[in-house]
């Protein structure tokens, strides 16, 4: 069975910071792409950044600079460091998983940014 396991997230101060993970299990971790997506209250779900299995990264706009995805093949985890934050950050994370065939979603992690 597939198991994507978003934890980390939580109500953050603007200009603050949050380390998320997503835990894998059920899929060799290392053949797929994983992703970070974000969905806004009212709006779709985006691409937030994205690493491959052979770790090239590639971000969105709206995060470069201040978010930083990373992998660790070893726990089958890939983590968001995401610094600067602000409540235009105010999202549900979703941590995704895809190869050629293949596409699997965590349940999300939610990320107010409030004071």
């Known amino acids: 069975q597939v198991q994507l396991v978003e934890s980390g997230g939580g109500l953050v101060q603007p200009g603050g910071s949050l380390r998320l993970s997503c835990a894998t299990s059920?899929?060799?971790?290392?053949?797929?792409?994983m992703g970070w997506y974000r969905q806004a209250p009212g709006k779709q779900r985006e691409l937030a950044a994205q690493?491959?299995?052979?770790?090239?990264?590639d971000y969105a706009d709206f995060v470069k600079g201040r978010f930083a995805i990373s992998r660790d093949t070893a726990k089958n985890t890939v983590y968001l460091q995401m610094n600067s934050l602000n409540p235009e950050d105010t999202a549900v994370y979703y941590c995704?998983?895809?190869?050629?065939?293949?596409?699997?979603w965590g349940q999300g992690t939610q990320v107010p940014v409030s004071s």
């Open positions: 690493i491959t299995s052979v770790f090239y990264t």
């Open positions: 995704r998983a895809t190869k050629i065939g293949f596409d699997y």
């Open positions: 059920g899929i060799t971790f290392s053949d797929y792409v």
